[in-house]
Every structure is written in structure tokens, then in C-alpha cells.
């Protein structure tokens, strides 16, 4: 959301009193933030209608209208979810700032962005993006060695490797499998119900889970999301304010801006091909 820089990080857990603090500050980041490739906020008939012609005949709109059967539900999350942020993840984030210059902040979110390459990788492939999967494994392996653990990135910088975002949740629409209606996530913010799948696909492939004891791959996951939330909103510290300022509906625009996000992302990815 716009006050819940959502995460497609799509990793899971925590213990279960851990699960509540580090969720409470993943949820604000992403590799699906509100980012360059963010849609603008206009009327909700605007961004129908530009949904409506990216997506095609995409099972989730109806009649240009994006179904939200669950609104009541989505609307006390999203409430949530801003207050979490004014009490949690923002003073969090601005008393980093106030100690981490801005290039260090970038080296770590790059940091972050190279050990999340598997899901990068696996998904590139399942689209049958070949190209763009070998680019990734590339990039990982020059930015981990030369790039210091991905501190660095010298894989786009020298050899022009660029990073080819993408998540379960995009190869779900890639294939146009309908995605039901909206959902908004307590912690982790807009999404729908493919998404959610998607979400718990993509942290299914975390290879430490598989040969670590479960209480240390979940304190270790936990610990990174939160440095990766509260680094991530430092860097955007002033991100929402002209939305919450003047869009009329905030639920509604940020409703609008998601879907059309995410419908952009899979005609991008289709049109590259």
C-alpha cells in the first residue's frame, strides 16, 4: 500500500511471537514496492480502464471493476496497516537514516535484491524465459564475487546485465490464470488471492529452510526482513505523503495503483519477448 511499502518478497516466517514483529516490518518492503514502475494515481475509472487493456480478458476484472467481495475485511487491514507504519516502521526507518548515509543504505537494499536471486531465477525460467533466467544467475555470481557479496553491482554497471525482476504471483498472470478478487494482507499489504499463492510459493524456495533446523531458518528470515523493510522505507521516507495528501480515496487509489502495477509488469514481460 502506499503506507505499506508491500513486499513480494515472498518468504515466510517467524516464531510465533517473532512472526508478528518481523512480518509487522516486512510488509513494507519489496521487490513489488511502489517504485518506478508504480502506477500513477488517477480516477479509479481511469485506472479501470487502463487495467482493463493490459490485462485483456483477465478473470479478476468485471466490467472494468476490479472485484473486492472482501472489502470489509481488506479495508480494516489496510487501517492497519497505515497505523503500523506512522507507529513502527517509519520512526524505525527515520532513526536509520539519521545514522546510515544514503550510499550505504542503496549497497545494502542491493545487498538484499542479490540474495533474493532464486526466485528471480526460478521464475524467469517457469515463463520459459531462458535468456533472462541465465542473466540472473550471472549476475549473481559476478555481483557476489566482484561486487562483494552484492554490496556492488557491477554485473549491470560493467557487463550490462540488467536484473529481470519476477515472482510466482506474475508467473500465475503470466499464463493468464485468474487471480481472484483483491486481498489485503495484514503486514504485507496489497495483493490477491493468486498473489498470497504466490508469495508462499516464492519463500518455499529459500534452500536454507531445507538444511538448517526450522527455529534458525525462521530467526535468520525473520532478522533479514526486518533490516530489509526498515532499510527499504529509509530510502523512502517521503514517499506517500502527496498521496495521503490528496487522493480523495486512498483505499481506492492504492487498490488502483497495485492492480495496474501489476497488470503493467506481465504486458512487460510479454511484450519483451
Do not use: C
Not at 95 to 112: D, H, L, Q, T
Not at 158 to 177: A, K, P, S
Not at 236 to 243: G, S, T
Amino acid at each position: 500500500m502506499l503506507k505499506s511499502i508491500y513486499f513480494r518478497i515472498a518468504n515466510a516466517g517467524a516464531t510465533a511471537a517473532g512472526v508478528i514483529a518481523a512480518l509487522a516490518l516486512i510488509g513494507f518492503v519489496s521487490t513489488n514496492s511502489y517504485g518506478a514502475d508504480a502506477a500513477p494515481l488517477g480516477s479509479s475509472s481511469q485506472n479501470a480502464a487502463a487495467l482493463a487493456g493490459a490485462q485483456g480478458g483477465d478473470a479478476a476484472l468485471q466490467g472494468g471493476v476490479v472485484p473486492d467481495p472482501l472489502a470489509p475485511f481488506n479495508e480494516a487491514m489496510f487501517t492497519f496497516n497505515l497505523k503500523l507504519d506512522d507507529y513502527v516502521l517509519h520512526p524505525a526507518a527515520s532513526g536509520y537514516a539519521k545514522i546510515a548515509p544514503v550510499p550505504v543504505r542503496e549497497a545494502v537494499g542491493r545487498f538484499f535484491d542479490n540474495v533474493l536471486v532464486i526466485p528471480r531465477f526460478a521464475n524467469n525460467l517457469l515463463q520459459l524465459r531462458v535468456p533472462e533466467a541465465g542473466g540472473e544467475v550471472a549476475r549473481f555470481g559476478i555481483n557476489t564475487t566482484v561486487g562483494v557479496l552484492g554490496f556492488f553491482d557491477p554485473a549491470e554497471k560493467w557487463f550490462g546485465l540488467h536484473e529481470h525482476d519476477d515472482d510466482f504471483g506474475l508467473t500465475i498472470r503470466y499464463y493468464n490464470i485468474p487471480t481472484g478478487p483483491y486481498l489485503v494482507l495484514p503486514f504485507f499489504g496489497p495483493s490477491t488471492i493468486g498473489d498470497t499463492v504466490g508469495l508462499i510459493t516464492d519463500g518455499a524456495m529459500d534452500p536454507l529452510a531445507y538444511f538448517v533446523p526450522w527455529w534458525i531458518s525462521l530467526s535468520r528470515g525473520a532478522g533479514q526482513r526486518i533490516a530489509q523493510a526498515i532499510n527499504y522505507r529509509s530510502l523512502h521516507l517521503n514517499m506517500f505523503e502527496e498521496a495521503d495528501r490528496y487522493a480523495v480515496d486512498l483505499y481506492g487509489a492504492v487498490q488502483d495503483a497495485y492492480t495496474q502495477t501489476r497488470a503493467n509488469r506481465v504486458k512487460a514481460l510479454k511484450t519483451s519477448e
